[in-house]
């Protein structure tokens, strides 16, 4: 596969920005080669500027629901676009995409539209502490919640731990109230619980992880998490940036039926444009300002292109029959993929959930806690290699899941599934 004009592009980039790169999961530092630069890109399908074609589970890290340049979001990114394109003064286009979500969202009343996930986070967590005046936050080891000062925390070595800052430039002050405990695991939320639940603000979780590997909860888990904050008044804080919009409508709080206290949303919200929101049920939402006391605000917060993007997107996904058809395509690739490692004796598996997709190299074993990964990458850098040889695209980390659009057809899947048979025999062959 030539590869020289994506190569040259890298080595002018790497002059330009750390690693190349504006955001660290694009290099290639786990996998081989320069990272791809993208031409363009065009339902499941993106080009490189080597002109190589690929089925793309990237989708930009999740956002991409519809697959890329969709005729609907393109329409309404342009109708907009002359009318100008940011005022700092209101515009209807985010009361309509607000309406979109609350109307088909019992879980929140009001919103606020932000322009990324990590803004919605950080956001989300200071209402959590300015409502409740509490200043410790739970979390839960492998979730990742965008790069929060507050949320950047590895757990430390025992069973309920104050986080460890996971990156420079975080003073232990600023994780000395962040409390880690591992993922699915009933008795370490009881041991947390009853030395913190006073101090506690919030508790805040992935429920359906999927930045480290998809770790699938438990059902009865999350159900013991939402009694457990009832009963001491801990606010239940679902960051929903990736499985918002994407297991269903109402994300993983719909899926599992479920009520947070209050939730985060990015990545599919906007269309393939910069939003994020945060939202809760108005007693909470009057905390923030100007209503309440809780300051938060930004320059391009419901920017009239990206709300465009994101009103355009939305009318597709709440379309009856939506959420199970993706589901439905999602699931025949995944089964006929796993059927055929299973028949070979291959140590692995795809684990699925909704749209999404992770690569485990790992045959039967359900993987719920991120102490469970196996860290040996070695498989899932010959498998990206492989897979991209046969012009498959997935994210360049084994830690990173796989994202199925609208628009990748029976067909597209079945031919990603025998790519993916073909990857695997050259893996383990
Ligand atoms: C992607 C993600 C974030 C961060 O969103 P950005 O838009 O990248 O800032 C936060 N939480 C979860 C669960 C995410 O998947």
Redesign the pocket.
Known sequence: MKRSNSEKLYKKALEYFPGGVNSPVRAFKAVEGAPLFIKKGKGPYIWDEDENQFIDFCCS??PLILGHAHPDVHKNIVDNLSNGTTFGAPTKLESELAEIIISRNPYIDKIRFVS????A?MSGVRLARGFTGRNKILKFEG?????VDSLMVNAGSGLVTFGESSSAGIPEDVVADTIVIPLNDVNALEIAFEKYAHELACVII?PIP??NGLLLQEKSFLLKLREMCTEHNVLLFF????SGFRVAFSGAAEYYDITPDIV?Y??IIGGGLPV?AYGAKKHIMQSVSPDGPVYQAGTLSGNPVAMAAGIAQLNICSKPGFYEDQEMRTKTMVESVNSYAKEKGYDFKLVTIGSIFWIAFADDTTIRSASQINTDMTPFKKLHKALLERSVYVGPSGYEVGFVSQVHTKEVLENAAQQFKNALDEVFG
């Open positions: 890290f999740g990324s996930g990590t803004e986070v979730c990742y919640h965008g790069h992935e999927a930045n960051d929903e940036v990736i985060s990015g990545k994020g």
